[in-house]
């Protein structure tokens, strides 16, 4: 993915196609389970959406190491599992979002407060357990259980996108982890039209365009990390102060 700045805009350009974090479903209605298809073999179409599991920082480490990439590195801090970051992704944006002054200083400090002030997390909702019946698989009894794990969607987006936390069980932990995703619909990409109805080719590209009008898509996303639990609301408060720091440096 790449992040620029034109005619006072935020642009961010991705591949068309499925590459780690990003990757292309399709599903009937915005609550449906999608579905990932191949960019290269199936259509894009009004179905099509783009999931990304966006992050907000990385550790230094890997920065050092040459693995990941960040334009804020100034300041860092001190993440909720011990490791030192900076800010990245999420956090780049939202910083270039703040120099636009696509959100002020001021709310920028507003939301750091309310962030901050935040008492009710995400991964604190109840896994609930189904039993339905007793089952038999080649002469083996089962007892039949359904475990839940919900998916929350946030839509009251300004342009179709929407914001999805996943409940997740932990795989080498006990627990769940909350899994943030920004879905971006076919339609809401700038250059939508050169794919409609056909499959990518290497050298595609997608341009998502943000700007005054939908920049509280990262205010949201700011928030919904927030809340996505204790550990999650501790580097979001941290970042947020550390992106303040910075902009009154180069002011």
């Given at each position: 993915?790449?992040?620029?700045?034109?005619?006072?805009?935020?642009?961010?350009?991705?591949?068309?196609?499925?590459?780690?974090?990003?990757?292309?479903?399709?599903?009937?209605?915005?609550?449906?389970?999608?579905?990932?298809?191949?960019?290269?073999?199936?259509?894009?179409?009004?179905?099509?959406?783009?999931?990304?599991?966006?992050?907000?920082?990385?550790?230094?480490?890997?920065?050092?190491?040459?693995?990941?990439?960040?334009?804020?590195?100034?300041?860092?801090f001190i993440g909720s599992n011990g490791k030192t970051k900076y800010p990245y992704e999420l956090s780049e944006i939202f910083y270039k979002a703040m120099e636009l002054?696509?959100?002020?200083?001021?709310?920028?400090?507003?939301?750091?407060?309310?962030?901050?002030?935040?008492?009710?997390?995400?991964?604190?909702?109840?896994?609930?357990?189904?039993?339905?019946?007793?089952?038999?698989?080649?002469?083996?009894?089962?007892?039949?259980?359904?475990?839940?794990?919900?998916?929350?969607?946030?839509?009251?987006?300004?342009?179709?996108?929407?914001?999805?936390?996943?409940?997740?069980?932990?795989?080498?932990?006990?627990?769940?982890?909350?899994?943030?995703?920004?879905?971006?619909?076919?339609?809401?990409?700038?250059?939508?039209?050169?794919?409609?109805?056909?499959?990518?080719?290497?050298?595609?590209?997608?341009?998502?365009v943000i700007s005054k009008t939908n920049v509280l898509n990262l205010v949201c996303m700011m928030k919904v990390f927030g809340m996505a639990s204790k550990r999650h609301?501790?580097?979001?408060?941290?970042?947020?102060?550390?992106?303040?720091?910075?902009?009154?440096?180069?002011?």
């Open positions: 993915m790449e992040c620029i700045i034109k005619e006072k805009n935020i642009l961010l350009i991705i591949p068309a196609t499925n590459d780690g974090k990003f990757r292309f479903k399709k599903r009937k209605n915005r609550l449906d389970f999608g579905k990932i298809f191949s960019t290269r073999e199936c259509p894009f179409d009004e179905q099509t959406y783009l999931e990304w599991q966006i992050g907000y920082d990385v550790p230094i480490k890997s920065v050092k190491d040459g693995k990941k990439e960040t334009k804020l590195t100034s300041k860092h002054e696509f959100i002020t200083k001021k709310e920028v400090e507003n939301l750091f407060n309310e962030i901050g002030g935040y008492k009710s997390f995400i991964d604190e909702k109840a896994i609930t357990v189904e039993h339905h019946s007793q089952i038999t698989i080649n002469g083996i009894n089962f007892e039949e259980t359904s475990i839940k794990l919900p998916t929350l969607f946030m839509i009251e987006t300004l342009d179709e996108t929407q914001i999805e936390v996943s409940i997740q069980k932990q795989q080498y932990a006990s627990g769940v982890q909350p899994m943030v995703y920004f879905c971006i619909p076919l339609k809401a990409f700038k250059n939508s039209s050169d794919l409609q109805g056909k499959s990518s080719v290497s050298g595609d590209k997608l341009v998502y609301n501790h580097d979001i408060f941290e970042i947020l102060k550390i992106l303040l720091e910075i902009i009154n440096i180069n002011r």
